[in-house]
């Protein structure tokens, strides 16, 4: 039996190979003002992980990257934002993927004091993105090849029967993954969508 398709983009070549490092604040969407805290070499391998449509769960608007130039840098600034952010630690929300970690690294009310803190940063001369949907819309651009990828391995699966009902939600998800960064993707791959869509069952 074939391997199922990737349920989102996995890291590839486009993830930093050089020792740098992010340091994320991830605003979740919605009226409650919740983030989620950490440090990644690919934030778009990370957020990802956390929810099946993470494009729509977190607002990219109104996230953050800091850059930096190796993993320990960005792991100590991890911690000092970790430390100023105690007070404000809430329970990760139920949406979210619980066995991919950082279970206490979620924040209720601290925007506005993690804002401060990448301005900080910026002033430190680390590179600051924010927004953050610059960096991941560059990001997926960088992986369009994986799209294809996929979708062909899924065709491939669900002509042989393979393909099962949650591994084709998983690829239209990462599809509308990459529709939420560039409108031309549903049309570019219009044949394959529509063969997976018209999956026969029975």
Same mark, same amino acid.
């Given at each position: ?23 994320? !604040? ?7 003002? !919740? ?5 990644? !070499? ?9 929810? /099946? ?17 190796? /993993?320990?840098?960005?792991?100590? =600034? ?5 430390r100023r952010l105690r007070e404000y630690n809430c329970p990760a929300p139920l949406s979210m993927r619980g066995q991919f970690g950082g279970a206490t690294e979620w924040y209720r009310g601290a925007h506005g004091e993690a804002l401060a803190f990448a301005r900080e940063c ?32 899924? =065709? ?5 029967? =393979?393909?099962?009902?949650?591994? /084709? ?34």
């Open positions: 039996m074939s391997a199922p398709p990737p349920p989102w983009p996995m890291p590839d070549s486009a993830a930093p190979a050089d020792g740098r490092g992010f340091v994320y !604040i991830a605003a979740c969407s919605g009226p409650e003002d !919740i983030l989620k805290v950490g440090m990644s !070499i690919d934030p778009l391998a990370r957020w990802s992980a956390f929810h /099946r449509r993470w494009f729509e769960a977190f607002d990219l608007e109104h996230s953050v990257l800091v850059q930096v130039e190796t /993993r320990r840098d960005a792991r100590r =600034l991890e911690t000092v934002l970790h910026a002033s430190q001369s680390h590179f600051v993105h924010a927004p953050a949907r610059a960096w991941f819309a560059q990001a997926m651009q960088a992986r369009t090849d994986t799209l294809a990828v996929v979708l062909d391995q899924a =065709l491939r699966d669900h002509v042989d029967r =393979l393909l099962s009902p949650a591994q /084709r939600e998983a690829v239209l998800d990462l599809v509308d993954a990459f529709q939420a960064f560039d409108d031309g993707v549903r049309e570019r791959f219009a044949v394959e969508l529509a063969a997976l869509r018209n999956h026969g069952d029975g």
